[in-house]
């Protein structure tokens, strides 16, 4: 019922910037949280931001001062915007909508890859 297609992610220097964007199609006014994973190698998949549908943020704390997650309903569009890069931030970054609880389904998209040089 919800597509998601991540846009953005390409290779960077240590202390540059990048944004990404997460495009929603589909059933869009059944989604509540919008957010952005990140699965680094060797490493389990880990939340990096989520927005809900009321505006309310959350950071995990390896990013918090550097990235910023906004919210466009009128384009159905999430982004992360992405400050101060360092090498640990390369990962696989995922785009996530949560429906619950206005709907069911949790959907995911493809992932787009940042990677950051030192």
């Known amino acids: 019922q919800v597509q998601l297609v991540e846009s953005g992610g390409g290779l960077v220097q240590a202390g540059g910037s990048l944004r990404l964007s997460c495009a929603a199609s589909?059933?869009?006014?059944?989604?509540?949280?919008m957010a952005w994973y990140r699965r680094a190698p060797g490493n389990e998949r880990e939340l990096v931001a989520a927005v809900n549908s009321g505006g309310t943020t959350h950071y995990a704390d390896a990013v918090k001062g550097r990235f910023t997650i906004s919210r466009d309903n009128a384009k159905n569009t999430i982004y992360l915007q992405m400050n101060s890069l360092k090498p640990e931030d390369t990962a696989v970054y995922y785009c996530?909508?949560?429906?619950?609880?206005?709907?069911?389904?949790?959907?995911w998209g493809q992932g787009t890859q940042v990677t950051v040089s030192s």
């Open positions: 996530n909508a949560d429906c619950h609880p206005y709907g069911p389904g949790d959907y």
């Open positions: 589909g059933s869009i006014f059944s989604i509540n949280t």
